[in-house]
């Protein structure tokens, strides 16, 4: 793939920015699970609230940046692995959607807390297991870096992700994608 230059060290790697989201994502529940005890309704929706649009932004960031790189260079497991990432991501914008639709604190909201953070568990370490691999195999750490300035920028422009997902076909965006 083309790019930036190899000796360009000024770009951060968008395996490794997904990486550091990842870790935040895992931090980020932890922190909401803590907030249990608590049971105030506006702390637990201060909480929630960043961290869902966070999960809604890094989604569409992946579905618009890095997976339709990796249909077209990753090994011959992309697709497979490009339609399971999808249905995750479907998965915890579903729960997320759920969420929003409930008390905060409730057990309904709980509920749905819980499903998202399953659903995203399964999903980072499916990537991280799997996909990101692939995805470093296949493609050059320039190409990497260029990546990394996209997710960065389109982090930028959209700081606020709500309603910025919307569920996708995991088997239509294969094929829109490849």
Same mark, same amino acid.
């Given at each position: ?104 604190? !409730? ?45 960065l920028t389109f982090h930028a422009q959209h700081h606020s992700a709500r309603g910025l997902s919307d569920d ?9 994608? !490849?």
């Amino acid at each position: 793939m083309g790019g930036m230059p190899d000796n360009d060290e000024g770009s951060a790697d968008i395996s490794e920015l997904i990486l550091q989201a990842h870790e935040s994502f895992r931090r980020a529940f932890v922190d909401l699970w803590d907030l249990r005890e608590v049971g105030d309704p506006v702390a637990l929706a201060a909480a929630w609230q960043p961290l869902a649009d966070e999960l809604e932004l890094h989604a569409r960031a992946e579905e618009t940046i890095f997976y339709p790189v990796l249909l077209h260079h990753g090994s011959d497991d992309a697709p497979a692995e490009t339609i399971d990432a999808i249905g995750d991501h479907n998965e915890i914008r579903d729960a997320i959607t759920t969420a929003s639709g409930t008390q905060p604190g !409730s057990g309904a909201w709980w509920d749905a807390v819980y499903e998202c953070r399953k659903a995203n568990d399964d999903h980072l370490g499916e990537e991280e297991r799997d996909v990101i691999p692939d995805f470093r195999a296949h493609t050059d750490p320039a190409s990497r870096r260029r990546l990394g300035a996209q997710w960065l920028t389109f982090h930028a422009q959209h700081h606020s992700a709500r309603g910025l997902s919307d569920d996708i076909d995991p088997q239509d965006y294969v094929v829109d994608n !490849s």
